[in-house]
């Protein structure tokens, strides 16, 4: 690579990291409001029918999201208008945006309304053990949380857009704000109308959060215009192409969360439930490293594919997937080791026991072990899609996800929720070493090797920081959960960070460094 090809590169990650780190501050604090929020519904509800009722409610509207690819519009997005900015200029691109907006706002409008009538026959197919009460609850709350799909797409929209021109405060802060609205909903409405009021929450938290702050950040940036035409056009024809797979496919990135709704409600009442509250934690370190590095990186991906700088792109691909990886294994076993602790001080109280407490902590120390597989999908699948390729990750998860139904078959009804979850493990494990070995055949990149022997290194890591942390934590077992999680996170941030210096990957030395310093330079200014 030439220096100055070094220097861009350089000057990309740089970039990269800055953003991934505003994004992962953001999502840390959306986590930290969905602790409240979640602890909240727990100190209510529990681990009850209600709360099944409560997460069965999402699914209806989670499949009209995913199927109009509104949770992942800007990787449809992002590409396809730097593209048609590129060739066409900014009036091209400015007429592209408005006639996606108005087209996606109008064909989510119509299908919310026609799933709504629909709710309860659709209730019953997907939720046949459910009892009558729960079903009526589950339909009732359906209907609350439908129309926020509306404000999701059309919200992506107009945030795909900010992002695409280096404008990331409404990703920032739109994750926040829809959880104050739950936390403000379940706070103030959950005494007296129990679920009904988390689910206004999710209403309201999803206009303020993601559709209304988006909408006045555009307002205010000069470049920008804000315009809504409905056209089944030519441009948005072309889009549909690169959108299709995200609307018509389906990976375990999002099935696994499916599969634990439709084949945890077969099992005992409460299973759902308990899934769930695992699940949110679990997805503190995906969100907080997979979800920000990928968010940050497909930007960056998509501008060096676009210049032609093919060698650079491979590059930064792969030192994205290095440190992703290597701070994905670290998550995930300081949650693994610290499972306990971690769901005694989030969930356990009111309504909320000592059981329940006991078979949630058993359901995140599995899951936690599927958090490297979800981090590494996000970050390698956004190198497909910063080419334009979405169709061949697309196929090769849906084939996983519809293998793996056997295997979630078989394990739920034989081991409960723990079968269901360790299925969700191996699946999403087998997704992102399929995933990364089909990059390397079709793109000659990444560099298995070096990625191999880059995760091998922090696993070692992650191992012995897990085990102290386990040690110590059992050495003040008889404290508190609070007095535990101190010891148990202490004992592993000191071992882990020993040994990421000692026989760690240079790359994430490199990052925690970085850290190190940025949390120096805060402890200064304070």
Not at 39 to 65: E, K, M, W
Request: charged share 15%; glycine share 12%.
């Amino acid at each position: 690579m030439s220096e100055r090809g070094s220097s861009d590169a350089s000057g990309q990650g740089a970039r990269l990291t800055a953003v991934a780190g505003m994004l992962a501050i953001s999502v840390l604090l959306s986590r930290v409001l969905g602790f409240v929020r979640e602890s909240v519904l727990a100190y209510q509800l529990g681990v009850s029918s209600a709360v099944d009722a409560y997460r069965a409610a999402f699914q209806i509207p989670d499949l009209l999201n995913y199927f109009l690819a509104g949770g992942a519009l800007s990787i449809a997005f992002i590409p396809f208008y730097t593209r048609v900015r590129s060739e066409g200029g900014d009036d091209a691109a400015a007429r592209f945006f408005a006639k996606l907006l108005g087209t996606l706002t109008l064909v989510s409008t119509l299908a919310t309304a026609l799933l709504w009538w629909n709710a309860e026959a659709l209730v019953r197919v997907q939720f046949p053990a459910f009892d009558a009460e729960t079903t009526a609850l589950t339909v009732h709350l359906t209907r609350i949380v439908l129309p926020a799909q509306i404000f999701f797409v059309a919200g992506g929209v107009v945030r795909a857009l900010l992002m695409a021109h280096d404008r990331f405060r409404s990703q920032v802060l739109a994750p926040l704000l829809y959880n104050l609205g739950i936390i403000a909903g379940g706070g103030l409405l959950g005494g007296s109308l129990g679920a009904e009021g988390f689910a206004w929450g999710v209403l309201g938290g999803a206009l303020l959060g993601t559709l209304l702050v988006p909408l006045v950040e555009v307002a205010r940036a000069p470049e920008l215009r804000l315009q809504i035409r409905v056209a089944f056009d030519r441009d948005f024809g072309r889009y549909l192409v690169v959108a299709a797979p995200l609307m018509l496919g389906v990976t375990l990135v999002t099935v696994d969360e499916w599969y634990d709704r439709w084949f945890g409600a077969l099992l005992a009442s409460g299973t759902v439930a308990a899934l769930g509250y695992a699940r949110i934690l679990m997805q503190i370190p995906v969100a907080a490293v997979g979800q920000a590095i990928g968010t940050a990186a497909l930007p960056a991906f998509s501008k060096l594919w676009s210049e032609g700088r093919r060698d650079e792109l491979n590059d930064v691909v792969l030192a994205t997937l290095r440190v992703g990886l290597g701070l994905a294994l670290l998550a995930g076993a300081a949650f693994a080791a610290l499972a306990e602790p971690v769901v005694e001080l989030v969930y356990h109280r009111g309504a909320f026991d000592a059981a329940a407490a006991v078979t949630v902590a058993e359901l995140l120390a599995i899951f936690s072990w599927a958090v490297p597989a979800w981090v590494t999908q996000q970050i390698a699948v956004r190198a497909f899609y910063a080419r334009g390729d979405t169709w061949r990750p697309m196929l090769l998860g849906t084939g996983v996800a519809v293998v793996a139904i056997p295997l979630y078959l078989s394990l739920g009804p034989a081991y409960g929720a723990r079968g269901l979850a360790f299925a969700g493990v191996f699946a999403m494990s087998v997704n992102a070493l399929l995933t990364i070995a089909m990059a390397r055949a079709i793109h000659g990149a990444p560099d298995l090797g070096r990625l191999g022997v880059s995760g091998l290194r922090t696993a070692a890591v992650a191992v012995l920081a897990g085990v102290a942390a386990v040690a110590a934590k059992g050495a003040v077992a008889e404290w508190s959960a609070l007095v535990e999680l101190a010891a148990g996170g202490a004992a592993f941030g000191a071992v882990g960070l020993a040994a990421t210096f000692s026989v760690g990957d240079r790359g994430l030395r490199d990052v925690v460094g970085s850290i190190g310093r940025r949390l120096a330079r805060v402890g200064r200014t304070g």
